[in-house]
């Protein structure tokens, strides 16, 4: 499906409406493709993180499917090592697993009862709505160990003034850090690399002058990047220029 789905993209449409320049990356026929991040209303958007009060004890939180491709294992793993240095550090599993993912479920679970995390990691279930729970989080994670074509969630900490760390690739990069030349708006790992993971964690605990005005400059940037009134105008020109042909 995903290889018919690129051929029409290079075959029939005049122009391709794209969710990041990651998802560009993988398509052909650049000069047709639109990008129109997914978009956020002001009702989505939380204080700004200069006056958002510090969660304590810190809680460290994971949002999304519990899936060998959203990276549970590798945080449950890197946590052991963040309460190497903080055992006061608490976790919080966001999501349930589906698609038949109920076996990495098992694993991500056997796995905090051998690193001996039961009295730390909390494991939530599926969620229609996380907001509470990111409001809770002094760290958002994404350790997703392949690129994602978006990162719905990192935009949604950012929204909350939540600090973030994520694994580079696809559009979590650009939204992390949009240019290479920008400062980053978090923290940015390779894939699979736990070591990184923790310690991209112990740093944003550790150096709060440095994680806050990340948060800040992040928490600006969804207003200024991902407003639902962008995505709509972006939308409605290709639709206009489409018409025009």
């Not at 794209?18 to 002001?42: C, E, R």
């Not at 350790?143 to 696809?170: D, L």
């Not at 400059?217 to 962008?230: D, G, K, L, P």
Request: charged fraction near 20%.
């Amino acid at each position: 499906m995903v290889q018919l789905l690129r051929g029409l993209a290079r075959w029939a449409p005049s122009r391709v409406i794209v969710n990041s320049a990651g998802t560009a990356a993988t398509l052909p026929n650049a000069k047709s493709l639109a990008i129109a991040y997914p978009g956020f209303s002001p009702a989505q958007l939380g204080p700004s993180p200069v006056t958002r009060d510090s969660p304590c004890p810190p809680v460290v939180g994971i949002v999304g499917r519990i899936s060998p491709t959203k990276g549970q294992l590798e945080f449950v793993r890197a946590a052991a090592m963040v309460l190497d240095r903080h055992p006061e550090v608490r976790f919080l599993v966001v999501g349930a697993p589906l698609f038949g993912e109920d076996a990495y479920d098992a694993e991500v679970r056997a796995e905090v009862e051998t690193l001996g995390l039961a009295d730390a990691v909390v494991f939530t279930g599926f969620l229609a709505d996380p907001t509470v729970e990111l409001d809770r989080m002094s760290v958002c994670v994404h350790a997703s160990g392949q690129p994602e074509p978006f990162g719905q969630v990192i935009v949604e900490a950012m929204a909350r003034g939540v600090p973030v760390v994520a694994t580079r690739g696809g559009g979590v990069t650009e939204i992390v850090q949009p240019t290479p030349q920008s400062e980053p708006l978090g923290w940015l790992v390779p894939g699979h690399d736990v070591a990184a993971l923790a310690e991209a964690i112990i740093t944003v605990l550790e150096r709060p002058d440095l994680a806050r005005p990340r948060a800040l400059a992040a928490w600006h940037s969804v207003q200024e990047r991902f407003s639902i009134t962008r995505t709509a105008d972006t939308i409605q020109t290709v639709w206009r220029t489409a018409a025009d042909r």
